[in-house]
T-cell receptor, first 112, second 113 residues
Framework: QQQVKQSPQSLIVQKGGIPIINCAYENTAFDYFPWYQQFPGKGPALLIAIRPDVSEKKEGRFTISFNKSAKQFSLHIMDSQPGDSATYFCAAWEAAGNKLTFGGGTRVLVKP | DTGVSQNPRHKITKRGQNVTFRCDPISEHNRLYWYRQTLGQGPEFLTYFQNEAQLEKSRLLSDRFSAERPKGSFSTLEIQRTEQGDSAMYLC???????????FGDGTRLSIL
């Protein structure tokens, strides 16, 4: 049972394009939503995170949009670069469960 | 380097053998988590410690798996009688209390021959 659904599974953009990754959740007890970036052979690295009382958060070229009523959130990578080519995971935290639930991941390829 | 450290990075073993992995968290973090990640999937929660107490275990953690954090610092994850299905990346993460962000190590990749 997948509690956090992530799409698409993969995406290819040209340098400078804006990859958009979408996630949806069902558990309304989730109250913290981080995004992680993972390169091959490495562990996930925290990129940016948002709480449901905020509709948008920007950090550098990364922006999270959050729609609490729809239970959806998304990651936009502005002015994407080849170095952004990686797998991106959304996740959701539930305080009562004390654990992160991850989406299935999106492999992003940014072509030069 | 003050990040989360995991050893070994890669473990190859024969089916039926026991294996043990070690995780050294960020020193000021009192929470430590173990996850399993298979190819093309997101990490799946296995277990979590607050200081030395193991507070939650996933149903994924069969009785062949055991984790310890004896002094509330480093942790070990042992798998007994390994099976082909245990082949995966085992990730450790640590955090402060509450919804503080979890910081991951680079994992131990387990390959079962």
């Amino acid at each position: 049972q997948q509690q956090v659904k992530q799409s698409p599974q993969s995406l290819i953009v040209q340098k400078g394009g804006i990859p958009i990754i979408n996630c949806a959740y069902e558990n309304t007890a989730f109250d913290y939503f981080p995004w992680y970036q993972q390169f091959p052979g490495k562990g996930p690295a925290l990129l940016i995170a948002i709480r449901p009382d905020v509709s948008e958060k920007k950090e550098g070229r990364f922006t999270i949009s959050f729609n609490k009523s729809a239970k959806q959130f998304s990651l936009h990578i502005m002015d994407s670069q080849p170095g952004d080519s990686a797998t991106y995971f959304c996740a959701a935290w539930e305080a009562a469960g004390n654990k992160l639930t991850f989406g299935g991941g999106t492999r992003v390829l940014v072509k030069p | 380097d003050t990040g989360v450290s995991q050893n070994p990075r890669h473990k190859i073993t024969k089916r039926g053998q026991n294996v043990t992995f070690r995780c050294d968290p960020i020193s000021e973090h009192n929470r430590l988590y173990w996850y399993r990640q298979t190819l093309g999937q997101g990490p799946e929660f296995l277990t979590y410690f607050q200081n030395e107490a193991q507070l939650e275990k996933s149903r994924l953690l069969s009785d062949r798996f055991s984790a310890e954090r004896p002094k509330g610092s480093f942790s070990t994850l042992e798998i007994q009688r390994t099976e082909q299905g245990d082949s995966a990346m085992y990730l450790c993460a640590s955090s402060g209390t509450g919804d503080q962000p979890q910081h991951f190590g680079d994992g131990t990749r387990l390959s079962i021959l």
